[in-house]
Every structure is written in structure tokens, then in C-alpha cells.
């Protein structure tokens, strides 16, 4: 699977959009990009995916690159309930695991 | 409500005790995972099932052992074998394999401490 870079940790203001980048450069054209997040000592939930076309759904937006050697998870008015990792996944579709890394903690301040 | 369920979320055994960890689904989902996390870390795959009465070592096997005999039930053993036992366990399921995308619902996951 291809190599995903995501920033240790970031900020954000209650109410406002929060915009979590990853790099994966090495991405292959049957690879898919898989958001989760995991709230301390919980199992990780499952935020979104997408393949070329930027998605949307009741949690979040996923903003994919043309190039598709990167993306964004947005987050359009975070709460504090927000405050977790956040992962991303670039995966096969036919792999049989997710391949987590450190991911980004999120925290959202008030 | 459907979902995955792990038990017992906190659990604690002596060294040189086996120790078994439940998981049960009722998502009619196919495949069921077994992870590990270490604090501060991702996860790592131990065990896999796509099917009933078959499972494949992922990425971390040695020292765990597990069994398939139901649709909705992947029981991890933890091992005497197991050098460092004590971690976060997270089980996870998904439909079968051949849909062209699909996520992996997690449970809350049990949380083991060997002394």
C-alpha cells in the first residue's frame, strides 16, 4: 500500500472548519483513500473514502488532488467532540487489512 | 443495533496465563480482523478470517492463536508465547471481499495488562 504523510498534530477553533492534509505521493491508480478517526481508548470509526471524485458525506468532505497524490478531510464545523486521531489510508481494494499509521491528533479548543 | 461487541473492556492476567478476548458481530459481515495498538502507535494486523473455519496470519501472529467456528464469533487467544501482551485489542469486521471498496467497522476494543 502506498505510504501515507500526515502532520503530528494540528489546532482548531471551535465552530470553524478544520482542514487535515495528507501526502501520498506514491498513491496507485486502484488505490483508494480511507479516512478514520479514533477517540482516546475507543476503536477507530470510520469518517469516508473516496478514489478520484471529491466526496461528501454527513461527517466530512474528502477533497482529492488531480494528481491524486493528495487529499484533504474537512471537518466543516468542528465540535469538541472532535478532538481525536485522525488516520489516513491509501489501500487496495482487494487488501484484506487497513495499514494504520501515527496519524494527526486533532484537538479542537474552545 | 448492529455493531461489534468486545469483552470484557479491561482485563488483567498474570505472565504465563493464556487469556482469551471475545468478539462478536452482528453486521452479517464475512471477514473479521484482529489489531493491536501500543500507545502512541497505529495498528497492527494479528489475524484475519474471511470466511468460517478459515483464518491467515497478518502481520504480527506469533504468540496469538485464533479460531472461526461461526459467522459472528472471532475469538483471539493470547499466549504465554506472547512476549509483550500487554496492549489495546481491537477487533474489526467488513463485508465480503470482492466489493470494490468497503470499510472495517471497529469494536470498542479490550485493553489487557499482564504483570
Known amino acids: 500500500d502506498a505510504k501515507t504523510t500526515q502532520p503530528t498534530s494540528m489546532d482548531c477553533a471551535e465552530g470553524r472548519a478544520a482542514n487535515l492534509p495528507c501526502n501520498h505521493s506514491?498513491?496507485?491508480?486502484?488505490?483508494?483513500v480511507y479516512w478514520y478517526r479514533q477517540i482516546h481508548s475507543q476503536g477507530p470509526q470510520y469518517i469516508i473514502h473516496?478514489?478520484?471524485n471529491n466526496e461528501t458525506n454527513e461527517m466530512a468532505s474528502l477533497i482529492i488532488t488531480e494528481d491524486r497524490k493528495s487529499s484533504t478531510l474537512i471537518l466543516p464545523h468542528a465540535t469538541l467532540r472532535d478532538t481525536a486521531v485522525y488516520y489516513c489510508?491509501?489501500?487496495?481494494?482487494?487488501?484484506?487489512?487497513?495499514?494504520f499509521g501515527p496519524g494527526t491528533r486533532l484537538s479542537v479548543l474552545p | 443495533d448492529g455493531g461489534i461487541t468486545q469483552s470484557p473492556k479491561y482485563l488483567f492476567r498474570k505472565e504465563g496465563q493464556n487469556v482469551t478476548l471475545s468478539c462478536e458481530q452482528n453486521?452479517?459481515?464475512?471477514?473479521m480482523y484482529w489489531y493491536r495498538q501500543d500507545p502512541g502507535q497505529g495498528l497492527r494486523l494479528i489475524y484475519y478470517?474471511?470466511?468460517?473455519?478459515?483464518?491467515q496470519k497478518g502481520d504480527i501472529a506469533e504468540g496469538y492463536s485464533v479460531s472461526r467456528e461461526k459467522k459472528e464469533s472471532f475469538p483471539l487467544t493470547v499466549t504465554s508465547a506472547q512476549k509483550n501482551p500487554t496492549a489495546f485489542y481491537l477487533c474489526?469486521?467488513?463485508?465480503?471481499?470482492?466489493?470494490?471498496?468497503?470499510?472495517?467497522?471497529f469494536g470498542p476494543g479490550t485493553r489487557l495488562t499482564v504483570t
Open positions: 474489526a469486521s467488513s463485508p465480503a471481499q470482492g466489493q470494490q471498496s468497503y470499510e472495517q467497522y
Open positions: 506514491t498513491i496507485s491508480g486502484n488505490e483508494y
Open positions: 473516496g478514489l478520484k
Open positions: 489510508i491509501v489501500r487496495v481494494w482487494a487488501r484484506q487489512n487497513f495499514v
Open positions: 453486521l452479517n459481515h464475512d471477514a
Open positions: 478470517s474471511q470466511i468460517v473455519n478459515d483464518f
